[in-house]
């Protein structure tokens, strides 16, 4: 046997990354626990697909980092954008020491990398599909209507599936994966039959019960029955969620503002005056109202609107149909109604929103073609 020379080296077998010397430096809540617990017990009873629901908030970037440590293997991630990439990113950047590094590139060089699906779903421009690897032109969205996608792969995209074959036993995580129903579903569940050995673990704040029955006809194959979900209202009542709240900053207007507010205020009660003196127009605004909106007389070819017993004649309008043809202008009648400027229309009926002060866009509502008449 050859003794090795001074600058030879004895080749050294790659060694696995220390993933059991990472640790997440702050305590896991009880319900990602609970999820991680249950995603332990799939793995045990030989299970390679898991499905976790959690509400944004909830710490799903966290359970998934933390399963894929648990798991010690080489790790994917996909998700829908850049921004979550870059989340999956940081997010393991907490996890210390830093013995296990984390990249972005497509040919997995480290033993966690963070993608988008767009890195892999990507057609080649000479096949002539569309963006969700379907024929151009076809809205087919069944397992026939994406024909062949693998091969219509651009080669960026085959690479990827090649690079991720190579890896052997794997972890791949499919981040907000209610996103692959709608786009990237079938390419994923083409590419899973090519990695037979890999762990995979979807992870959505979307619930199943709102899923269509397509969509959970994939799920179904892409997963499973997802093992854990967490509601919000569960999360808030725990105190891990806050509850949705819109927050305002209540302040007293200025001085200069005070003055414009009143000035606008005075203009537009003068124009409320001007509008009903009985001698601005060839008819006062408020009898004008109540002939358009009270008595509502027109001639019987009028309007279809109208009602009459032998079609011949003066009718009065239909507040039902008036309200339904016309609601602007029907409710801005009832608040001229509020204001006492007018009677109660015969068959109208006073809603919460007809209880306030007529504004100026009530004064606004175009108005539909009207020749009253008087009645016989």
């Known amino acids: ?9 004895v080749p050294q077998t790659p060694q696995p ?28 009873t030989g299970a390679d697909r898991a499905w976790v629901v959690l509400p944004p908030g909830a710490g799903k970037t966290v359970v998934g980092l933390e399963a894929a440590r648990r798991r010690g293997r080489p790790t994917v991630v ?16 907490r996890f210390v020491p830093a013995a296990v590094r984390i990249g972005n590139s497509r040919d997995l060089s480290t033993p966690l990398t963070s993608l988008t699906y767009q890195t892999l779903a990507v057609f080649d421009p000479d096949a002539e599909v569309d963006e969700e690897g379907r024929p151009d032109g076809q809205q087919d969205h069944s397992a026939a209507g994406y024909p062949d996608l693998l091969d219509r792969l651009h080669p960026n995209g085959r690479a990827l599936v090649t690079a991720m074959q190579e890896l052997g036993p794997m972890t791949l995580f499919l981040d907000e994966c209610h996103h ?36 959970s ?10 093992l854990y979900s967490a509601s919000i209202p569960s999360l808030v009542r725990s105190g891990y969620l806050a509850p949705f709240a819109e927050l305002a900053w209540l302040v007293r207007p200025t001085d200069t503002e ?12 003068q124009l409320q005056t001007d509008l009903t003196d009985p001698a601005n127009g060839s008819i006062g605004l408020l009898a004008w109202l109540d002939a358009r909106f009270v008595r509502r007389e027109v001639t019987a070819g009028d309007s279809e609107r109208a009602a009459s017993a032998d079609g011949i004649g003066p009718v009065a309008l ?15 009648a009832l608040r001229f109604h509020y204001a006492g400027l007018i009677a109660l229309p015969p ?17 606004n509502v175009p108005l539909p073609p009207y020749r009253p008449t008087c009645a016989g």
Request: glycine share 6%; charged share 20%; aromatic share 8%.
């Open 347 to 363: 068959g109208a009926r006073l809603r919460e929103q007809h209880r306030h002060q007529p504004t100026s866009d009530d004064m």
């Open 258 to 269: 005070s003055e414009w507010l009143a000035s606008q205020a005075e203009r537009f009660l």
């Open 318 to 332: 239909n507040w039902y149909d008036l309200e339904r043809d016309e609601p602007d202008l029907a409710a801005a």
């Open 17 to 44: 990354p220390p993933w059991a010397s990472v640790g997440y430096p702050l305590p896991l809540r009880p319900h990602q626990q609970q999820a991680l617990a249950a995603i332990e017990r799939a793995w045990q």
């Open 180 to 215: 692959l129903l709608e786009v990237w579903g079938r390419l994923i569940a083409d590419v899973l039959t090519l990695l037979p050995d890999a762990s995979v673990i979807g992870l959505t704040a979307t619930p199943p019960q709102s899923l269509t029955s397509a969509e």
């Open 1 to 9: 046997m050859r003794p090795l020379g001074h600058h030879e080296r």
């Open 78 to 93: 996909l998700s829908p954008n850049t921004a979550i990439q870059g989340q999956w990113m940081l997010q393991w950047g």
């Open 217 to 226: 006809q994939l799920v179904d194959e892409l997963f499973g029955r997802p």
